[in-house]
């Protein structure tokens, strides 16, 4: 089993407005939610796992990274700024809640790379397009965060575009399927079937 020596921060605190009811909070692959599927499968191979979010609102336990209750921003931005506020590492591993297929492969794979050279992020491109919450956050990104969040600019591709960012190629989209709207979370389960 392969064990990789930074933690992990699972994304949990989106609006979920094209679901209609917050997805992490939604039943999956046995788990009463998505987010306990996430951090139970993710815990094993990182130093820690953390999930990141606006509240507390999971039925589980597991360490949590607030956002700044002052900034109520449903921005990945917000969430990837507080992140390295609260931790004292100088990168991690970020996933949204709402990718359960992205394997242990895919991330090792973005790990290595990410450890080869310093970038401000390393994440992950296949022929859908470009993943940005799934990979590797350094430190150094920072000051592009708070630019972006001060100019209200919360697309993050974008300020990958601008920050010193490594686009790994894989060449097949299944593993970064998305769950935002009730026929994809439809389709997700049947696929664990």
Known sequence: MRRFPISCVILAGGRSSRMGKDKA?????????LSEFQYRRLRPHFKEVYLSA????????APLIL??????????????????????EDSVFVLGVDTPFVGIEEMGRLIDAAA??????????????????CGVYSRSIL????????EGNYRLTSLLKRADTLFLPFPFDDPFFN????DE???ALKNLS
């Not at 000051?143 to 001060?150: G, I, T």
């Open 25 to 33: 909070l939604l039943p999956f692959c046995g788990f009463s939610t």
């Open 54 to 61: 606006k509240m507390e609102k999971f039925p589980f336990e």
């Open 67 to 88: 956002d700044n209750p002052k900034e109520m921003i449903f921005a990945p931005t917000s969430g990837l700024i507080r992140i390295f506020e609260v931790l004292e």
């Open 116 to 133: 080869k050279e310093p970038h401000d992020a390393v994440v992950a491109e296949s022929p859908g397009g470009v993943h940005p919450m």
């Open 143 to 150: 000051p592009h965060l708070k630019k972006a969040q001060e």
């Open 179 to 182: 769950i935002n709207r009730p």
């Open 185 to 187: 979370y439809r389709s």
